[in-house]
C-alpha cells in the first residue's frame, strides 16, 4: 500500500448524514465489522486471541495472491508487505481489533500472512528488558514533530 | 531468542522465502483513570503519533475477585490508543493506554496478557480514579511503578499522601511526572523497567 494515511472506508462515505457534522475521526463500525468475519469473533476457539503487538507479514504466496483478494482481506495483506502488529494493522485500516485478529487468523491458515507471536517468557528476559532500558535511556528529552504512520 | 512461533499462530513463521524477521514486540501498559493524561503520555514519547483503535473490554462489577467466571460480564466496545518505540530493528516497544473508564471495570487482560510491566499515572485531584488500576497490577502480578502526572507543575498532595491514600505498598516506586515531557514520561517508564528487571531477577533459580 503506498496511501501513507490508510483508505477510507467505504462505508463511510457512503452514509449520507446531509445535517450532521462529519465526525473528526472515523472510528470503526461496531456491526459491519463481524459481518466480515461471518460472525466469528477473537479467541472464541480454544486458542487464546492474538496478542495485540504480534507482528503480521504478508508470505510471498499472499502477496503473489493479493489480485484474487477482496476487500479487507486484500487490505491486509497489502498492508503487511512491512510487519506491523495486529493493533497498528487495525488502527490503519480502521477495523476493529478483534475483526483483525480473526482475518489475520484466516490468512494465516490459508497461507497468506505469518503471524509472529512472542514468547510468553519474553517478560522474565532480564537481556530483552535490559535492551529495551538501554533503547529507552537513548530516547532525547524531547522529540521533534511526530511522524504519522506509514 | 527471537520471537519464537506459537504452536497455534505460528504454522507459518517458518516460510523459507521470508526477508526479514519481524522484530520482537515488547509492550508497556500505561493505565489510570479517565482523562489522567494517558494518551499524552503516550504521544509525548511515540515517535509516531498515537494510533487509536476499538477494542473490546469485559465489564465487569466491580470488587468481583474472580473476573473470568463472572455471569454477568458483557463486553464493551472502548477507543485505545497506542504507540511505538523502535529500540532496534529486530525489538519494537509498544506503549497501549489502557481504556481507563471506571465502568469499564477492569479486565483488559486481552492488552495486559504479556506486558513487561504498567505504569498508573495518577491525578491527585481525582485519586480515587486509579485505585482500579493499582488493584489490576498487583492481582494480576504485573510489575508496575504510580506516576504522578503534575499538571501546571503542581502537586497537590505530597507523595506520602499520595501512598497512603492509594494504599500502595513501599515497594511498589511512586514518583511524579510530567505527560507531556518527553524526557519525563521516559524515565517515568524506566522506572516500571526497573521494577520488571528486579521481578525477573528474583525469578530466575539461584
Partial sequence: ?150 | MDSAPSPTHGAHSATAAEPAPPPLPVKLVIAGGFGVGKTTAVGAISEIRPLTTEAAITEVAAGVDDLTHTPGKTTTTVAMDFGVITIDPTLKLYLFGTPGQDRFGFMWDDVVEGALGGLVIVDTRRLDDCYAAVDYFEHKDIPFAVAVNAFDGEVQHELDEVRWALDVSEHIPLTVFDARDTGSVRDALLVVLDVAVARAKSAEPA
Wanted: charged share 25%.
Fill in chain 1, 1 to 150: 500500500m503506498t496511501d501513507t494515511d490508510g483508505p477510507e472506508p467505504d462505508d463511510v462515505a457512503a452514509e449520507p448524514s446531509p445535517t450532521e457534522a462529519p465526525e473528526p475521526t472515523v472510528r470503526a463500525s461496531a456491526i459491519r465489522p463481524f459481518l466480515l468475519t461471518a460472525g466469528r469473533v477473537a479467541g472464541g476457539g480454544t486458542a487464546p486471541p492474538l496478542p495485540v503487538e504480534a507482528q503480521v507479514v504478508a508470505t510471498s504466496d499472499g502477496l503473489s495472491a493479493l489480485r484474487a483478494l477482496a476487500f479487507e482481506r486484500h487490505d491486509i495483506v497489502a498492508a503487511c508487505r512491512r510487519p506491523q502488529s495486529v493493533a497498528e494493522l487495525a488502527a490503519q485500516l480502521r477495523l476493529h481489533l478483534n475483526v483483525v485478529r480473526v482475518l489475520a487468523e484466516d490468512l494465516c491458515t490459508a497461507g497468506h500472512l505469518s503471524v509472529h507471536v512472542p514468547d510468553a517468557r519474553t517478560v522474565q528476559d532480564i537481556s530483552v528488558l535490559r535492551r529495551v532500558i538501554d533503547g529507552l535511556r537513548a530516547v532525547p528529552d524531547s522529540r521533534g514533530t511526530l511522524r504519522d504512520s506509514s
